[in-house]
């Protein structure tokens, strides 16, 4: 049955290398013509208001580029033409004509949707002040123009933040930025930046006065700098206090906005959410911490009102003591894998499945007892691996939950893995596995007697089922095209090899990150790549992937969700 026409807001992000993020919606909403079943989240629609739906004619046409397809044969065409959300054909010459928008790409490299398979968005979204990712930045002077023009596009006074996500070992003085270097880019706002989970972290003069102010108190050093430390420490007392003063429903709403605006920025259109450790309102609480309850009512509620321009897929963390994982058993009583649409939907059980695997030829009962249950009800499971040994203790006790209950058609993940061995890859393939691979080492990695992992070319010649995620924010950045470059590069953020002999292709690792990444969504047949009846997510990127001397400065001129422009720079035309 053919669906009317319905109005729909708008919303058009515009992205700065530097790291900044758009503020709020867009000032000019404009209505949107339902796009088939890919009707919902909002974007710029590119399709002409008299494009009829349903009528067998194109909505959007794309042509004279270099689009990379990422099908199994590796196809570069010229041209794609979109319906109703979906592609309809992909080729070298433009066959529909009638009302369709045409953009002409003049040659533009074109490649599928970034689907990023791990990463924690949601906590990002829920970041006091105006989170504003520094991931990008490679000097102080990067890192005051970043937050310089972050200010001007703020209210007046507003908090800018950034917690998590960058290492000041990428920036050229390997240091963080003084008080006083904070106070000549934003001398009118109060400025935090804090590195890892737990700092250490600097402020500027404003930032000072409030922080010690505060209840309890932090200790602000002459020159801005808070200490790092879990549990009761200064950063600790910083970053409860920013969350007690600015953190509201609509703060909330309005970082979730921004959260997805980055990503699509960078060409990132799907997150596979990880979820995040329990908050208990104190100090102890670090970047990771939030509300596992509540965190994804601002996302929720934008893709209920149809203002998300991302799509969105969740995963639910259990970390408990308890061999009898209540709190696990109540998630797998009341919870729905795979629950929702073609925006945003339920996920797994992970990146936590209980409080620890255990040591390696004894998993933990509380562990095998979780791997058990989920197994037996049919969910994901993805649990995640930075050691030599915890990997192993995880994969035998995926085989103790598989004796019991097949788990060889649930897509069982294991992320980050940077010391895995072939004996457990194959191990976890045997079980129908995967692996998710992330170029986290990038930020704080040094050179070690070893590579500093993953093995990413052993994994991809093994075959198991691999994809590439970011696990951005926190101790790793969210933009995927630096992970790309660690694993083509083994170079850490310093220029340094020390992932040698692991290097992988530009061509595999966008494989990755594109066709290789529906896998573990269970959406293959959907997303990853452009196809005849995949879904229309696209990327225009602002210089050619394949040959461009250093990948980290790949970003998004135009990025297409189910046929809707979400982020668009103004340079295609």
Request: a negative charge; zero cysteines; proline letters at 6%.
């Amino acid at each position: 049955m053919r669906r009317a026409p319905e109005s729909r807001t708008g919303l058009s992000r515009r992205s700065l290398l530097k790291g900044s993020v758009a503020a709020g919606v867009a000032a000019a909403l404009a209505p949107a013509v339902t796009l088939g079943s890919s009707a919902g989240p909002g974007g710029q629609p590119l399709v002409s208001p008299d494009a009829p739906d349903g009528s067998g004619e194109a909505d959007l046409i794309l042509h004279n580029g270099k689009i990379h397809t990422m099908d199994a044969d590796g196809t570069v065409a010229r041209a794609v033409t979109v319906r109703n959300g979906r592609i309809v054909s992909v080729g070298d010459g433009v066959k529909a004509g009638g009302k369709a928008r045409k953009i002409n790409l003049h040659g533009a490299t074109v490649v599928p949707g970034i689907i990023d398979n791990h990463n924690h968005i949601v906590l990002m979204g829920n970041r006091p002040g105006h989170h504003t990712p520094l991931e990008n930045a490679y000097s102080i002077a990067d890192v005051q123009a970043t937050y310089a023009a972050r200010a001007a596009e703020i209210p007046a006074g507003g908090w800018i933040t950034t917690i998590g996500g960058f290492h000041f070992n990428h920036l050229a003085e390997v240091r963080l930025p003084t008080l006083a270097e904070l106070d000549a880019a934003v001398p009118n706002n109060p400025a935090y930046i804090s590195i890892s989970f737990a700092g250490p972290s600097v402020t500027n003069s404003l930032g000072k006065a409030f922080l010690e102010a505060a209840n309890p108190p932090v200790t602000v050093g002459a020159d801005g700098s808070i200490a790092a430390g879990f549990g009761d420490s200064p950063t600790g007392r910083a970053t409860l206090a920013l969350r007690r003063a600015l953190l509201t429903p609509e703060t909330r709403r309005r970082g979730a906005i921004d959260a997805l605006a980055y990503g699509l920025g960078l060409g990132v259109t799907t997150h596979l959410d990880q979820g995040a450790f329990q908050k208990t309102d104190s100090p102890s609480d670090g970047a990771a911490h939030e509300d596992n309850y509540s965190m994804h009512l601002p996302f929720l509620d934008l893709y209920r009102e149809g203002l998300a321009p991302a799509r969105l897929r969740i995963n639910f963390l259990h970390m408990e003591s308890d061999p009898a994982t209540p709190e696990l058993v109540a998630r797998l009583q009341n919870q729905f894998p795979f629950f929702g649409g073609e925006w945003v939907k339920t996920g797994g059980i992970g990146e936590f499945i209980a409080n620890t695997p255990g040591p390696a030829g004894n998993p933990s009962a509380q562990f095998v007892n979780a791997a058990t249950r989920i197994a037996e009800r049919g969910w994901r499971a993805e649990v995640h691996s930075l050691s030599a040994t915890d990997f192993q203790a995880e994969i035998q006790g995926f085989e103790a939950a598989n004796a019991a209950f097949p788990i060889t058609d649930l897509r069982w993940v294991v992320a980050h893995v940077p010391l895995i061995n072939e004996e457990y890859t194959n191990r976890l393939n045997a079980l129908g596995g995967g692996l998710s691979l992330t170029g986290w080492r990038y930020l704080a990695g040094n050179l070690g007697a070893v590579p500093s992992g993953p093995p990413f070319r052993m994994i991809v010649d093994n075959g198991i089922n691999a994809g590439m995620s970011s696990d951005g924010m926190q101790i790793a950045p969210m933009n995927p095209w630096i992970h790309m470059y660690y694993a083509t590069t083994g170079l850490n953020g310093r220029g340094v090899e020390i992932n040698f002999g692991q290097q992988i292709t530009r061509e595999e690792v966008l494989r990755l990150y594109t066709s290789r990444n529906g896998w573990f969504l269970r959406e293959e047949d959907d997303l990853g790549s452009i196809e005849e009846g995949k879904l229309a997510d696209l990327v225009v990127l602002n210089d050619d992937y394949f040959t461009v001397d250093d990948v980290r400065t790949i970003r998004s001129v135009l990025t297409v969700v189910g046929g809707l422009g979400v982020h668009d720079e103004g340079v295609v035309d």
